[in-house]
């Protein structure tokens, strides 16, 4: 059975060897996949054109689609009614962001970005003169700077503003409300009751913008500049904020909290996406970092995605970043602190950011998802015209699990505020109400030609899983034959082959220098029987 044992023995060393091969094939793999992720999510000096071109979006461009809430009652709602409100859209336009002055150092890349949008007429139903009724945010303003003036002074100015209002009604002004069309809404315009008032209150600004339009790079290059983590030292940072518009931290909420900037962008996250994960992006619109879940699965052009919507929980009330209704988010404050410099021209403002002063008043301004989706039940009650389609008015985020790029996506808010009888000279028949202005649908997608580039990693993934799957097969069939061959060789080999002694059994004839001694079996015979053996030279 020697042959038994040799083939026991070959194949136990077949099957270690069969599992050690196997193992570094599937190392092997995971290392060049972990090289090919690195190369495209680390964006460095020397990476290749698509990965510069992503990250500084070079030729990029998404579609914004734009929908306005115009009031229909006006006359009604100045007597204290609730708004009905019809909306109106989408103006659809091309977003382009940019980024210029890029400079790399030390694991980070610092760049000036601005964003310019290019209206699309072909896809936009409506004229962007379209008229819509709304509320009077610049005399909103004006208003909430005029109340933080000494009790006499304040008292003064308002009795001033409201004969002014009153001398200026007509087709554009009624009270706190005004009719402008949508360009000018979307792209700004100089109220020319605020313009006059501006020489008596220089802090005033009669200019309102609801989007700013850089469209040249010499405007760009007056900004404060960004800092992101590139990942080149720890891929854990991988595009991960540094600083926001020259700044590491915001002050302008409840002291003593600071908010440190901090997470992506939505652009890029780390590699590795799971399920029940959660991310930090930051929202430069809301001066705040925020969290998303990665909740689901989906998958786009044949490729498994993950989904990431934000965490219901943002949305909770918090004095902290004076949140005090669920699901609206207040940046009445950072928005009131911020500077705002000339560039590009005369009449060009661009918003810097928070200057720190928390709790500065403005216009009241708040963030919510649109038509008040996820939000206190009361504020779209509160008007007439809003219903929450989570498929339509909810954000989410597609991203590629292995490499952490977001491939689909859209980001949809809203932009609301606020009206009452507190600014009775004006108009003091009104009831309280949330009113919201307008919001915004940014969405884009990758063509099916970019999800293509994933296919390498699917495949990858399906090799190393039917290695793993059946190499252990294999291991286990060979080590098992190899055991089995072992023991059936041990088994059954006689033991005179193997050269072993059965127990009880004595050598039939023993030597001891120069005695012969025969072994006599003695339990084989009686006790009459065993006579006594005598050796020769004994007495």
């Known amino acids: ?18 599992g050690f091969g196997v193992d570094r094939v599937v190392q092997e793999i995971d290392r060049r996949v972990e090289s090919a992720i690195s190369e495209q999510v ?42 009905v409100l019809e909306e109106i859209g989408p103006f659809i336009y091309t977003k382009h962001a940019i980024k210029q002055g890029i400079t790399f150092l030390n694991g980070t890349v610092s760049f000036h970005d601005y964003t310019y949008y290019l209206p699309c007429p072909e896809l936009t139903p409506l004229s962007l003169d379209t008229p819509i009724t709304t509320l009077n945010l610049p005399l909103v303003g004006a208003l909430e700077k005029i109340g933080g003036y000494a009790p006499a002074s304040a008292a003064r100015w308002l009795s001033w503003l409201a004969r002014a209002v009153e001398a200026w009604s007509g087709a554009d002004v009624e009270g706190l409300f005004t009719t402008r069309s949508a360009r000018e809404l979307l792209w700004g315009y100089d109220d020319p009751l605020l313009k006059r008032l501006h020489w008596f209150a220089p802090g005033l600004d009669p200019h309102f913008t609801i989007v700013h339009n850089i ?31 020259g700044l590491t931290r915001v002050t302008a909420w409840a ?4 908010e440190r900037v901090r997470g992506g962008d939505g652009l890029q996250f780390q590699p590795g ?22 909740q689901e699965e989906t998958s786009l052009h044949g490729v498994p995605l993950i989904r990431l919507r934000t965490d219901p929980h943002q949305g909770d009330i918090n004095p902290t970043y004076f949140q005090y209704i669920q699901g609206l988010m207040n940046i009445t404050g950072p928005m009131a602190s911020g500077r705002q410099r000339v560039a590009g021209g005369v009449g060009k403002r661009v918003f810097w950011g928070p200057l ?5 008043t403005g216009p009241p301004l708040f963030l919510s998802m ?12 509160g008007v007439v015209g809003l219903k929450c389609d989570p498929a339509r008015h909810k954000l989410h985020l597609d991203v590629e699990p292995h490499t952490g790029i977001t491939v689909r996506g859209a980001r949809r808010i809203q932009l609301s505020s606020w009206f009452g009888p507190r600014w009775k000279p004006i108009d003091g028949g009104v009831t309280p109400t949330y009113l919201p202005i307008f919001w915004a649908d940014e969405a884009s997608e990758a063509s099916e030609e970019q999800m293509q580039l994933f296919k390498p990693l699917l495949r990858a993934d399906q090799a190393r899983a039917l290695l793993n799957h059946w190499h252990w097969h294999l291991v286990a069939a060979l080590t098992t034959a190899g055991a089995a061959l072992l023991v059936l060789a ?23 220098g120069e005695v012969d001694m025969e072994a006599v079996p003695l339990l084989d015979q009686g006790p009459e029987e065993i006579q006594p053996v005598v050796v020769p030279g004994s007495p």
């Open 490 to 512: 041990a088994t059954l080999t006689p033991p005179e082959e193997a050269g072993v002694t059965r127990a009880g059994a004595l050598p039939s004839r023993v030597t001891t």
């Open 370 to 381: 649109p038509h008040y989706c996820g939000a206190d039940p009361a504020l779209a009650a």
């Open 273 to 294: 996406v799971t399920l029940g994960q959660s991310h930090v992006v930051w929202v430069g619109e809301a001066f705040r970092a925020a969290t998303l879940l990665a």
């Open 1 to 18: 059975m020697r042959w038994a044992y040799a083939l026991g023995g070959s194949l136990l060393v077949l099957g270690f060897l069969a």
């Open 215 to 245: 469209s040249g790079a010499a405007a760009a290059a007056t900004r404060p500049v960004n800092v992101m983590a590139t990942g080149a030292r720890d891929p854990r940072e991988v595009w991960q904020a540094r600083e926001w518009r």
């Open 255 to 258: 002291p003593p909290h600071v």
């Open 42 to 83: 680390i964006w460095r000096p020397d990476s290749p054109p698509s990965v510069h071109d992503r990250y500084a979006a070079t030729n990029a461009s998404v579609h914004v689609r734009y929908y306005f809430f115009s009031i229909t009652n006006i006359v009604d709602v100045r007597a204290g009614a609730k708004p």
């Open 356 to 360: 720190g002063q928390a709790g500065k």
